[in-house]
């Protein structure tokens, strides 16, 4: 299969939907202006889109067939574009540059970009509450979403992040940090296309564990390239995380090892699609670019 393709087709089919979500709120006349364009300056920045391709890609490889799953994958973007929002906040990582652009806060001061998060994050939820779909499989999908992004997964993660900031923390709290801040969303990613498409409880298990460890390599991924890359190519300050005392896998286990550790965690992912056909191919060529991705 053509990767590149796969990718630029999906991102395209996800663009489009949260575009039909930034033209169904402008219609909506009891938003602020202010407040709607700073959530769809940060929206509509460009992104990889990974999670919500995910979630397209699971929900394919467990036999879903139809576009159907769009808008659930959408939401995934509404919420990692809050996470992204806050954390560079001035209170938390305190970014000037993200997606090739100046941060939300930036450009709309630190009330509205805070606003803008509060908005995508709770709008996620109605955006999924919207679907056409059997109410008891999406409030399966609300759970999984709820659970993924909030203190038991990526707010927890990200409240270790910044008290353990500046300390030399265990390997053990690093590994929570990046399973939670990172990791618990794209899981969740995975999970929610296989929970749509019906996936029986084995495929499910296996869908879930594929989810943790390309989640895990993909913020490992990110520690490294935020040493080796460029600004250029990431579409943001690079080198801030030794700057700012954060704890990194390189920092705790050395860079060399770190790639080491992120390459057997995406052997163990393809390990977990042996069972699934053809159909999980995307899957398995995502876990692949997850290792050798520049941005
Ligand atoms: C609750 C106040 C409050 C804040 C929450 C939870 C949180 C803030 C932030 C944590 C999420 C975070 C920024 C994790 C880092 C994960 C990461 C690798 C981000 C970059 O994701 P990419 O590479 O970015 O997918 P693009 O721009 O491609 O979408």
């Given amino acids: 299969m053509n990767l590149s393709r796969y990718l630029r087709d999906k991102r395209k089919a996800v663009d489009n939907s949260l575009k039909d979500y930034i033209s169904l709120k402008k219609k909506q006349k009891d938003i602020p ?45 509404l919420i990692h574009t809050y996470s992204l929002i806050h954390d560079d906040l001035p209170s938390m990582d305190n970014d000037d540059f ?3 652009r100046p941060t939300n806060h930036k450009v709309f001061g630190e009330a509205t970009a805070i606003l803008a998060g509060d908005a995508l994050l709770t709008d996620a939820f109605n955006f999924i509450s919207e679907k056409k779909a ?11 979403l709820s659970h993924a992004s909030g203190p038991c997964g990526m707010v927890g993660g990200q409240a270790v992040d910044i008290i353990l900031e500046g300390t030399k923390a265990k390997k053990k709290d690093i590994i929570y940090i990046h399973t939670h801040k990172t990791g618990s ?74 790639m080491k550790i992120a390459e057997l965690l995406i052997d163990e992912a393809l390990d977990c699609l042996r069972v699934f056909d053809k159909k999980a191919d995307p899957l398995r060529e995502i876990a692949r670019y997850i290792l050798l991705r520049r941005n």
């Fill in 33 to 77: 202006k202010q407040l709607l364009e700073s959530m769809a300056y940060s929206l509509m920045a460009g992104g990889k889109r990974i999670r919500p391709v995910l979630c397209i890609a699971s929900y394919e490889a467990a036999g879903g067939k139809s576009t159907s799953i769009l808008p659930i994958a959408a939401s995934l973007e």
């Fill in 98 to 100: 993200r997606r090739n």
């Fill in 134 to 144: 059997d109410p008891a499989k999406l409030i399966r999908v609300i759970q999984e």
């Fill in 185 to 258: 969303l794209i899981r969740g990613s995975v999970r929610i296309g296989a929970i749509m498409a019906d996936a029986p409880a084995v495929k499910l298990r296996s869908l879930t564990e594929y989810g943790e460890k390309t989640g895990l390599a993909f913020q490992i991924t990110d520690d490294i390239l935020d040493i080796i890359g460029t600004k250029e190519e990431m579409g943001k300050s690079t080198g801030a995380d030794s700057a700012k005392g954060k704890n990194t896998y390189p920092s705790a286990f050395g860079l060399e090892n770190s």
